[in-house]
């Protein structure tokens, strides 16, 4: 009888993620916490599982029919999480006498959307998303701003801009050229394309959306000759003041954030050098919670995209030697010299070394070929000789170099090594 083997591989449009590429994702997600942490904001994370009830119509027809839903064994319709947006308007709904007035939260999950895979859009990735909820000064727009750049800055990339805006700018300036055929929002989803297909072809589809050529050219030449309206320029200044460079805050009166839920500031995050696109975007939206069936809830955030920081942070090779792993292997000679490797295995992890004690007693040969697989670049031995003389010798898997230490000299050497 033939068995049916079903070949070892992942659904279509999700991932795994091997030890080096999963450090690379854990160093940046750390080094975003961590001003999340220093500028306030509350973890949360929400289940993976929604009432289907819950999520539909909440994202409008196209988004419903992405959703993953199915009946649990329960009988109960549920649906994996789509964002994190509707969940946390649960949660501020559902927790709203155990939450702080002004909630400042910040989240780093997965979602699930049942589209179409194709490249840079997966069934599975990670939002990293930070919020502010019940407060509408500028003093919240600015701490959002403030927070996402030392966010990216913590992760080390070399320049970072915001690139900002007010949908009240884009409503004054383009609202004379709306007509019955074409709404603030269809004119709006056209500017926004601006940078990326250029003024010529926005004019193309502003005359398809039913404009003519020459109303189509003030349209653009209303907004890019814009001013800043007074409510952007207080979020300026207070973002200024919260320690973020005047010259990384460009004013760009074309961004216009696509969604239509946007009520105020909105704001994007690009790296110069990095041609991908934007590594984050968001701004104010005031009506949202409430239009998800929540309270009426002023809000301020945004979503980073997190896939982009870490393909942005290999490009500029600010995170390898940091996602590094086990730093050195202890190897093990035999039975008799075992206690000695087991108690210098000991002491390099109290002294915060990452390392490895070889998991059997096999040939020399055999363990270095182990280290070098898993690209551990040092490797300490000892030997019957090497307890004689009390030393221990390091050899270097990268250059081949080897030389005898004292403990306390391969201590050292290692904290050192590892730091620089």
Known sequence: MIKNILKPQTLKGFRDFLPTEKRKRDLVAQKVKEIFELFGYEPLETPTLEYASL?????????????????????????????????????????????????????IQNVYRADKPQRGRFREF???????????????????????YFAFQNVGYPKIKILINDRQTLFRYLEPFTNSNLNIFSLIQSIDKLEKIGNQRVIEELIKKGLDESQAQMAINSITEATLSKNLAEIIKTTILLGVPKRDIIFSSSLARGLDYYTGMIFEVVLPGYAAGSCGGGGRYDKLIEQLGGDPTPAVGIAFGFDRMVEAAEYF????????????????????????????????????????????????????????????????????????????????????????????????????????
């Open 55 to 107: 999520l539909l119509g909440k994202y409008g027809k196209e988004a419903d029919k992405l959703l993953y839903r199915f009946r649990d064994s329960g009988g109960r319709e549920v649906a994996l999480r789509y964002d994190q947006t509707v969940p946390t308007a649960r949660v501020l709904a559902q927790y709203q006498s155990a939450l702080p007035k002004f909630f400042k939260r910040y989240q």
């Open 126 to 148: 990670t939002q990293c998303d930070i919020d502010i909820f019940n407060s509408t000064s500028p003093i919240a727009d600015a701490e959002i701003v403030a927070t996402t």
């Open 317 to 420: 090779k600010i995170i390898s030697q940091e996602t590094r792993g086990t730093q050195a292997l202890v190897t093990v000679f035999d039975q008799i010299t075992l206690k000695n490797s087991l108690k210098l295995t000991s002491e390099l992890r109290k002294n915060k070394i990452k390392t490895e004690v070889s998991p059997t007693i096999e040939k020399l040969d055999k363990q270095l070929k182990y280290a070098d697989k898993k690209g551990i670049q040092f490797v300490v031995i000892i030997g019957p000789e090497e307890v004689k003389k009390n030393v221990l010798k390091l050899k270097n898997m990268k250059t081949g170099e080897q030389k005898e230490l004292s403990e306390s000299e391969l201590i050292k050497f290692l904290i050192s090594n590892y730091s620089n």
